[in-house]
Every structure is written in structure tokens, then in C-alpha cells.
């Protein structure tokens, strides 16, 4: 069996030519994306727990 014959070789062959092609994102773009995903989390975390409080309240009055 030749080397370049396995289809497993030949896969990561194709992955690493694959991944140059790729447009990798500058060091500003993935800071600027990473804190835009850390404050949409943070505010649906607030709002989440807003929410939670009042339910918990609305339904302390009930019982």
C-alpha cells in the first residue's frame, strides 16, 4: 500500500491545502467579536435573571 494511496493521508493532504485558502480574521476582528459575544451574554443573563426574579415574586404573592 502506497503512502499516498491512504485515503486518510490523502484527507489531511486536502484539509491542510483547505486551510490556507482560509481568510483568518485579523487579531482587532476576533477582539472586537469576542467582546460583542460577551456583552450580548451578559445582557440576556441580566435580562434572564430580571425575569426570574419577578416570576419568583409574582409567585410568592400567590402562595
Known amino acids: 500500500m502506497d ?3 491512504n485515503r486518510m493521508v490523502k484527507y489531511l493532504i486536502e484539509a491542510k491545502q483547505e486551510l490556507k485558502k482560509v481568510t483568518w ?3 482587532k476582528e476576533t477582539t472586537k467579536h469576542t467582546l460583542i459575544v ?3 451574554s ?3 443573563a441580566a435580562f434572564l435573571g430580571v425575569l426570574d ?3 419568583s415574586r409574582a409567585l410568592a404573592l400567590f402562595l
Open 3 to 5: 503512502f499516498k494511496d
Open 25 to 27: 480574521p485579523t487579531k
Open 38 to 40: 460577551i456583552g450580548l
Open 42 to 44: 451578559l445582557f440576556v
Open 53 to 55: 426574579f419577578a416570576f
